[in-house]
T-cell receptor, first 111, second 113 residues
Framework: TQLLEQSPQFLSIQEGENLTVYCNSS?????LQWYRQEPGEGPVLLVT?????EVKKLKRLTFQFGDARKDSSLHITAAQPGDTGLYLC???????????FGGGTRVLVKP | KAGVTQTPRYLIKTRGQQVTLSCSPI?????VSWYQQTPGQGLQFLFE???????NKGNFPGRFSGRQFSNSRSEMNVSTLELGDSALYLC????????????FGPGTRLTVL
């Protein structure tokens, strides 16, 4: 059982559509991060959220940290083929502690 | 600034052999973490080194070991390889003290035959 559950596991959409990826846990995290990984490469950090209820925007990507700091979501508006990749959430129980990763959501945006 | 580098990028070994993977962190980063990534288990934490000392450890058998040198470069070793050790091994360096943000290398793809 994953400490961090991501859903859905796989998402295939057409260019221009919106999508949301969820990251849920029964545990509280001091911070939560989202990464994107493309084939043949390591994950690349997109954002870190640390405050319950926090919302961060990165161009067409919107990240939200739940009020209780147990869950997070990633919303992509008007998805583009370049958004294709494996999206991973990762949480830390305290600063400097090891990260626990979710199982990942594989996103495919078709032109 | 150069990113995290890992060598080799690809490796093929047979069961029972041992393997050593290398990681050079971003210049100035003192923390290095290792992860194993497989389709079935996802990304799992192996261990973290800081200033040549293991600071955190995941739930892997003793066949998996690592070390860090005074220049922050790190190596991980897997002895008595098993088929299930086939995976992408990722190294990540961490910059700010107290930060959990990881900067990953491209990984070493290990195949055990």
């Amino acid at each position: 059982t994953q400490l961090l559950e991501q859903s859905p596991q796989f998402l295939s959409i057409q260019e221009g559509e919106n999508l949301t990826v969820y990251c849920n846990s029964s545990s509280v995290f001091s911070s939560l991060q989202w990464y994107r990984q493309e084939p043949g490469e390591g994950p690349v950090l997109l954002v870190t959220v640390v405050t319950g209820g926090e919302v961060k925007k990165l161009k067409r990507l919107t990240f939200q940290f739940g009020d209780a700091r147990k869950d997070s979501s990633l919303h992509i508006t008007a998805a583009q083929p370049g958004d294709t990749g494996l999206y991973l959430c990762a949480g830390a129980k305290a600063a400097g502690n090891k990260l626990t990763f979710g199982g990942g959501t594989r996103v495919l945006v078709k032109p | 600034k150069a990113g995290v580098t890992q060598t080799p990028r690809y490796l093929i070994k047979t069961r029972g052999q041992q393997v050593t993977l290398s990681c050079s962190p971003i210049s100035g980063h003192r923390s290095v973490s290792w992860y194993q990534q497989t389709p079935g288990q996802g990304l799992q934490f192996l261990f973290e080194y800081f200033s040549e000392t293991q600071r955190n450890k995941g739930n892997f058998p003793g066949r998996f070991s690592g070390r860090q040198f005074s220049n922050s470069r790190s190596e991980m070793n897997v002895s008595t390889l098993e088929l299930g050790d086939s995976a992408l091994y990722l190294c990540a360096s961490q910059g700010l003290a107290g930060s959990n943000e990881q900067f990953f290398g491209p990984g070493t793809r290990l195949t055990v035959l």
